[in-house]
Every structure is written in structure tokens, then in C-alpha cells.
């Protein structure tokens, strides 16, 4: 079975950085399309970006256009969402997820596994 463990969170300045990483075991780590989500206090978990099993491919929420960078090293079996120009409105539990075969890797329903969550509290 397919697990993932989420890390790097914490608690920042608007305009700070952070960098999260999403570590898969279990499976081929390159197989999987990674996607990182998001739910906001009182919200709805939404998606937030994707990178296919290659890295060459991404897409992003507008939301996060320019701010946010998803990448992933397939030799550390490891995914990343750098976040920079934090805005207080990024504070979230963020959530990494894989999907064997995302043919819409905006919807939850194309990730069979998923993280536990980090939080992102970004303060004014």
C-alpha cells in the first residue's frame, strides 16, 4: 500500500517561505502523478498544483500562479510545493496525494492515496 508522509509546515510571515515535502513508500514513487492540496479553515479542501510522474508537467490553481513552484526528484522517491509570497490566505492543512492515472488531476476523486496533512499558518 501506498503511503504518504507530508513535512516541512510551520508557521511564517505574509511573504515568507516554505518548502513541503511529500516522501512515498510503498509503491514506484515514479508511477504516480503528485498533487498537493489544500483545506482552509472553514473551507472545502481544494487543489493547489500537480506534477506528472516525469516533473514535465505541472499546473497550478491561479491562485498560486508565480508563487508557487511543485516539483519532484523521482530518485528520492519525494515531492515538493515550494511556497514563497505567502499570504495569510495560504494558511491551510496541506495535503499531498498520488494518482496512478490522472486524467483530471484537479479533482480529489483521481488520487487513490493521500498524505496526513502539514499545516501552513501564514500571520500578518
Known amino acids: 500500500q501506498v503511503q504518504l508522509v507530508e513535512s516541512g509546515g510551520g508557521s511564517v510571515q505574509a511573504g515568507g517561505s516554505l518548502r513541503l515535502s511529500c516522501a512515498l513508500s510503498?509503491?514506484?514513487?515514479?508511477?504516480?502523478?503528485m498533487g498537493w492540496f489544500r483545506r482552509a479553515p472553514g473551507k472545502e479542501r481544494e487543489f493547489v498544483s500537480v506534477?506528472?510522474?516525469?516533473?514535465?508537467?505541472?499546473y497550478y490553481v491561479n491562485s498560486v500562479k508565480g508563487r508557487f513552484t511543485i516539483s519532484r526528484d523521482n530518485a528520492k522517491n519525494t515531492a515538493y510545493l515550494q511556497m514563497n509570497a505567502l499570504k495569510p490566505e495560504d494558511t491551510a492543512v496541506y495535503y499531498c496525494?498520488?494518482?496512478?492515472?490522472?486524467?483530471?488531476?484537479?479533482?480529489?476523486?483521481?488520487?487513490?492515496?493521500w498524505g496526513q496533512g502539514t499545516q501552513v499558518t501564514v500571520s500578518s
Open positions: 496525494a498520488a494518482s496512478p492515472w490522472a486524467t483530471d488531476p484537479k479533482r480529489e476523486t483521481e488520487y487513490d492515496y
Open positions: 510503498g509503491r514506484t514513487f515514479s508511477a504516480y502523478s
Open positions: 506534477v506528472s510522474t516525469t516533473g514535465s508537467s505541472t
